[in-house]
């Protein structure tokens, strides 16, 4: 678990599949457009009972963190941590989404930091990675606030809402690293 001044990010347990569900129904529409088409099951306490277990087991694994954002007991946001590689590449993707009634009150920010810290810290990463649709303002600002670069554009990059959409490609180095490369 990792707390902040205003969040409680953790893993789901089984008994929080109620409020994943509702985070995800109250948000369907707004969350649309950025997110893959989701099946019907999706929107099921059965579904987000079965993926804690998952998540759990690929966060033991190594390989992953799927957070919840809560606030007094409700979801406001997910944030994931997936694809880790180790090896030389040292490194993960990041992914994340709000409730659209909290947008502009800085909790992604706030739960992203916080996630970064434990990325480089905890899990020992040297580069996160995210990418963001041309059109999304909003995730352009977060991770340029956060210190995120543009690497470049990938064409048709992920299956968007039905459609292959472009994405711009960032990455955070680990803090540390860039300190040390600029003295050299």
């Known amino acids: 678990m990792i707390r902040t001044k205003r969040l409680e990010l953790r893993l789901a347990k089984a008994r929080d599949a109620g409020a994943i569900v509702d ?24 579904h987000w009972r079965r993926q804690a277990r998952a998540n759990a087991r690929e966060f033991r694994a190594g390989l992953g963190m799927r957070l919840f954002a809560f606030v007094d007991g409700r979801v406001i946001a997910s944030v994931s941590v997936s694809n880790i590689q180790r090896g030389v590449f040292q490194a993960c993707n990041l992914g994340y989404s709000l409730d659209g009634l ?8 706030e739960a ?8 480089f ?5 040297h580069r996160v990675m995210a990418n963001y649709m041309p059109r999304n303002h909003r995730s352009a600002r977060v991770l340029a606030r956060l210190g ?6 990938a064409r048709e990059y992920l299956r968007i809402a039905g459609r292959w959409e472009d994405h711009v490609l960032t990455s955070l180095v680990r803090p540390a690293a860039r300190r040390r490369q600029r003295r050299r």
């Open 112 to 119: 992203l930091e916080a996630t970064l810290r434990y990325a």
């Open 148 to 153: 995120f670069r543009i690497e470049g554009r």
């Open 102 to 109: 909290e947008q502009g009150k800085g909790y992604m920010g």
């Open 23 to 46: 985070y995800y129904r109250r948000n369907r529409r707004h969350l649309a457009p950025w997110e893959p088409q989701r099946p019907r099951k999706f929107f099921t306490e059965d």
């Open 121 to 125: 810290g905890e899990l020992g990463l």
